[in-house]
């Protein structure tokens, strides 16, 4: 079956733009999760949806960033005026509700963000 | 100190050899437990979770210590296309308030001709 789908796959654009990044979900899978990865390091976690519901925003790492989800299924996650430590790959991911038992999360090939 | 702590290698290993990563957690709350691939450029894809009692997959072993809050993966028989960097992986559920995926920043596995 079908995969988790992000687009765009690469997004230049020049510092102070706004950029738009989607997510569509497993189909199913009521759980979604948004992480980014930068040049040299690990994944770190964003935000958590639960349906439309974020429980856990704590690794949004400023007020320029925000995420929503909307009918329980696609997810945007919106960067505003960009500065070039926002380039990094930016990788969606979901799952099956987490209370049901050991639910492992699939993600989606990434959005690849350079800010020039 | 990180959350989850793993060697980054890179290991060079000649095909066939069989291979050990380690991995360590601090969180002793942490309730689940997997590793992951990730190939060059490529998103991370889930390889195998980790149980207690160990589990296998092939060529591949888990095994999971909670008192010593540490994991490891054993491939056995390695093969050119195990080459990639491998992810110890742990998630906290904090009765559903989060969810998130804690990653190590990967172990590089070269397996060479």
């Known amino acids: 079956g079908a995969g988790v789908s992000q687009s765009p796959s690469n997004k230049v654009t020049e510092k102070g733009k706004d950029v738009e990044l989607r997510c569509d979900p497993i189909?199913?899978?009521?759980?979604l999760y948004w992480y980014r990865q930068s040049l040299g390091q690990g994944l770190e976690f964003l935000i958590y949806?639960?349906?439309?519901?974020?429980?856990?925003k704590s690794g949004l790492p400023s007020d320029r960033f925000s995420a929503e989800r909307t009918g329980g299924s696609v997810s945007t996650l919106t960067i505003q005026r960009t500065q070039q430590e926002d380039s990094a790959v930016y990788l969606c991911?979901?799952?099956?509700?987490?209370?049901?038992?050991?639910?492992?999360?699939?993600f989606g090939d990434g959005t690849r963000l350079s800010i020039l | 100190r990180k959350e989850v702590e793993q060697d980054p290698g890179p290991f060079n290993v000649p095909e066939g050899a069989t291979v050990a990563f380690n991995c360590t957690y601090s969180?002793?709350?942490?309730?689940?437990f997997f590793w992951y691939r990730q190939d060059c450029r490529k998103e991370p894809k889930l390889l195998m979770s980790?149980?207690?009692s160990g589990n296998e997959d092939g060529r591949f072993t888990a095994q999971l210590n909670r008192a010593s809050q540490y994991i490891s993966l054993l491939i056995r028989d390695s093969k050119l296309s195990d080459s990639a960097t491998y992810l110890c992986?742990?998630?906290?559920?904090?009765?559903?308030?989060?969810?998130?995926?804690?990653f190590g920043t990967g172990t590089l596995l070269a397996v060479q001709p």
């Open positions: 991911a979901s799952s099956f509700p987490p209370r049901v038992g050991n639910q492992p999360q699939h």
């Open positions: 189909s199913g899978h009521t759980a």
């Open positions: 949806f639960q349906g439309n519901s974020a429980p856990d």
């Open positions: 969180n002793s709350a942490s309730q689940s």
């Open positions: 980790v149980y207690s």
């Open positions: 992986v742990v998630n906290t559920n904090y009765g559903g308030a989060t969810n998130k995926l804690i």
